[in-house]
């Protein structure tokens, strides 16, 4: 099982920026793809972005293209997500996922894929 702790979140207003982080610890992490969901009051939990365990792919949400990036650092075992030219509706809690999969070729959007998540961190944008 891996610990997942995010963190990050803030309060920022619409147009800023902010950095999360996804610090894992107590298993394997090179071979694991990674991803964010958010969930905002009162909707489903939503995929964001995710990251294959060798960085070279990556996989957005329409709703954040161009405007978040997803990369890692397997040395510190650590996934970030730089989110810019943030909107009031991103505003929501951040979950870190772990893919159940080791190794595998493919990101998914699915929640079922993912077996091991954070707490999540706070990220609301003022209008």
């Known amino acids: 099982q891996v610990q997942v702790v995010e963190s990050g979140g803030g309060l920022v207003q619409a147009g800023g920026s902010l950095r999360l982080s996804c610090a894992t610890s107590?298993?394997?992490?090179?071979?694991?793809?990674m991803a964010w969901f958010r969930q905002a009051p009162g909707k489903e939990r939503e995929f964001v972005t995710a990251?294959?365990?060798?960085?070279?792919?990556?996989d957005y949400a329409d709703s954040v293209k161009g405007r978040f990036t997803i990369s890692r650092d397997n040395a510190v075992k650590t996934v970030y997500v730089q989110m810019n030219s943030l909107k009031s509706e991103d505003t929501a809690v951040y979950y870190c996922?772990?893919?159940?999969?080791?190794?595998?070729?493919?990101?998914?959007?699915?929640?079922?894929?993912?077996?091991?998540w954070g707490q999540g961190t706070q990220v609301t944008v003022s209008s």
């Open positions: 996922a772990v893919d159940r999969r080791t190794w595998a070729p493919t990101l998914v959007t699915s929640e079922n894929v993912y077996g091991d």
């Open positions: 107590g298993g394997a992490f090179r071979g694991l793809n």
């Open positions: 990251i294959g365990w060798s960085g070279r792919n990556t």
